[in-house]
């Protein structure tokens, strides 16, 4: 989803808004624009430039913005949308999707070949004494491009996996 096309969609919504409710408004905002942001986004892991991701996040603050109905320099809106609207920032959601595929991936819930690239340090021979094969760690590849390796899935997934809190992790394999 582009800039321009996200804001278009929040604008003709921002024109309809005072003839609907608050819930039909959540509703739309959430089916032509945030479930639009989450779309493809974990191709944006790492994204280096953090401008990529500002653009996508102005896009979500502005929808944010219809739903409250409240205007551009009002206060307060990253509150609203954390508490009210369960939204993530955009870096934040990436990771959250990436972490959402290796957990499906440990539990048998992804294609093979996605599943792969999720094998725990204890699995591995020779590495099973390792200290993080005690904290439940998974085993990822060296990269040899700076620029595009940390992006692939067989890096970012099992890296992003592995920053999660402990107890975290042990919660979600019970």
Not at 1 to 11: A, D, P, S
Not at 71 to 78: A, M, P
Not at 96 to 117: I, K, W
Not at 156 to 167: E, F, I, V
Request: net charge positive; proline share 3%.
């Amino acid at each position: 989803m582009t800039l321009k096309c996200g804001l278009e969609v929040t604008e003709g919504i921002r024109r309809i808004r005072r003839s609907l409710d608050d819930d039909s408004v959540a509703t739309l905002v959430h089916a032509f624009v945030a479930s639009r942001v989450d779309y493809c986004g974990s191709l944006l892991i790492g994204a280096a430039p953090k401008k990529t991701t500002d653009k996508l996040q102005r896009v979500l603050n502005s929808a944010a913005r219809i739903v409250s109905n409240t205007r551009k320099f009002d206060r307060e809106l990253t509150h609203f949308r954390r508490s009210q609207l369960h939204w993530l920032d955009v870096v934040d959601r990436v990771r959250f999707r990436v972490c959402v595929q290796v957990f499906r991936c440990l539990h048998n819930m992804a294609p093979e070949y996605l599943s792969t690239y999720c094998q725990p340090v204890s699995c591995i021979s020779g590495r099973c004494h390792l200290r993080s094969a005690d904290h439940g760690h998974l085993d990822f590849p060296r990269v040899k491009l700076a620029s595009y390796g940390r992006r692939s899935f067989a890096y970012a997934g099992p890296s992003n996996w592995n920053s999660l809190p402990a107890y975290l992790k042990d919660g979600l394999r019970r």
